[in-house]
């Protein structure tokens, strides 16, 4: 199996929100991938099995398809261009999880990290977290935040274990059961060692998640 990681691209929409679907079944309105692909503030990045063909996704998102290719190609250099090492992976592409952040005033606050429920438990929610933090760290980012369900303690290891520390809680903050959030952040991700620490784990993690 080949595991890599890359930048997420409109031609992933259909696989991404099929794994937003099965990871966040009770969130309603669904997230707008597409939307957030075109935002600025949006940051988003794919772990995806090179050698596994793609299925026919269970779930379409809203909206018409645009074309892949060439024109969505050109936008997505247009968008994210500045970064070299995280180039567009080939269109057929099997995903395994995804994860991304809204970057603001200098903070990255993630968003969304789900991964396949069939892919759990074999390091790929680490690497994609990891991957995460070092985007950001390339863009200046000085410090990561992120909102938790207070039940969901697995979720809640992997961010600790990645140095993440608590800061508080936000009572009744998830809509749908009134559930508290549980507020984690990343300091001083911007600073050289920091950034030498996880491109060394990241290399780390892509080598043991990728077993070749
Ligand atoms: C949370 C999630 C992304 C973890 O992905 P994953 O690929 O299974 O995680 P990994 O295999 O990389 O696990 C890395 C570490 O996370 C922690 N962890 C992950 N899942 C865990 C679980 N179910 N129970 C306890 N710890 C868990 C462990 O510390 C683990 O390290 P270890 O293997 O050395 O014990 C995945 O369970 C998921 O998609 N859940 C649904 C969506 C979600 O809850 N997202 C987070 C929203 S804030």
Known sequence: MAYSISLMR?????????????????????????????SRLAHYIAACDDERPVEKPKIETAGDEKPAGLVSRLRWHFLHGYRPDYEPPPASHYILGFAGFWLMAGEAHIISL?????????????????????????????????????????????????????????????????????????DDVASGQYRARLSHLREALLKQACPR
Do not use: C
């Open 114 to 186: 789900a991964v396949r429920q069939s892919y759990r438990r074999r390091g790929i929610g680490e690497l994609l977290l990891v991957s995460l933090v070092n985007l950001a760290a390339r863009l200046d980012v000085h410090l990561v935040a992120l909102e938790v369900r207070a039940s969901n303690t697995g979720a809640q290891s992997l961010y600790g274990k990645q140095g993440f520390v608590i800061k508080g809680l936000r009572r009744g903050y998830y809509s749908d059961n009134r559930e508290d959030a549980v507020v984690m952040t990343l």
């Open 10 to 38: 409109e031609e992933d929409i259909a696989q991404v929100a099929e794994i937003d679907r099965e990871a966040f079944p009770d969130m309603w309105p669904p997230t707008d991938y597409r939307r957030e692909l075109k």
